[in-house]
């Protein structure tokens, strides 16, 4: 068993809250209301702009070419990512403007700044264990959502976000970022951080649900 499953093991029922969540089931069957998607899209460019730096700074806290080299993939797939966003909110007349205008909401706030603490504050792997649920579960919700492929969704309303976080490169960025973890786990994880690694893991995973929650509640308005 690798650290990310230690970790997911460990915080299972935050875990579960997250890939779980209302919003995830929804959107995997087609019934998310537009605007509870719209929502969430324009939420997660500003949260990926945040991501993003956080990326910058695995690089700046790294000391070796392999880990800087682990980052700067990590960035370029979350810039790559933003252009998905772009994509997506331009066909409901939603500009790039207008979403860079955005105001943040709480949960993006809360989610983005918890991830840049636990790297400032903490050493790689702490930031690492803190990017966990965002970049390698939304590889496993990507599977989950097109168990037959995404050529069986057919005219699947949410066919082109599931089909980028299900498709060959997504979930190779996130098998390199599981590899990564593992690797940096090896050299300075002792039982006894076991339990601090895993309140992040549990504190994040809790915050990606808050951040699905985020979009359900515009539809109470």
Avoid at 3 to 24: D, G, Q
Avoid at 38 to 54: E, G, K, V, W
Avoid at 96 to 108: G, I, N
Wanted: glycine residues 6%; negative net charge; aromatic residues 10%.
């Amino acid at each position: 068993m690798d650290i990310f499953a230690r970790l997911k093991t460990a915080a299972s029922t935050e875990w579960r809250s997250y890939v779980e969540h209302a919003f995830v089931q929804q959107l995997g069957a087609g019934t998310l209301p537009q605007a509870a998607f719209r929502q969430y899209l324009i939420q997660d460019y500003l949260f990926l702009i945040q991501f993003a730096r956080a990326w910058a700074l695995a690089a700046y806290k790294s000391r070796s070419i392999d880990d800087i080299r682990a980052a700067q993939a990590g960035l370029a797939a979350i810039l790559n990512e933003t252009e998905l966003h772009v994509r997506l909110c331009n066909r409901w007349g939603i500009s790039r403007q207008v979403m860079d205008a955005a105001p943040e909401h709480q949960a993006t706030v809360a989610y983005t700044r918890y991830v840049l603490d636990c790297g400032a504050a903490g050493d790689l792997l702490e930031l690492h264990v803190a990017l966990a649920p965002c970049v390698i579960g939304y590889a496993e919700i990507g599977r989950a959502l097109a168990p037959q492929g995404v050529e069986a969704l057919g005219e699947h309303p949410y066919v082109d976000w599931i089909g980028e976080y299900a498709s060959q490169g997504y979930q190779q960025v996130a098998a390199d970022a599981r590899r990564h973890l593992d690797q940096l786990a090896a050299r300075s994880m002792t039982e006894q951080r076991f339990a601090q690694l895993t309140g992040i893991f549990a504190t994040a995973s809790r915050l990606e649900a808050d951040f699905w929650q985020m979009g359900l509640e515009v539809l109470k308005h």
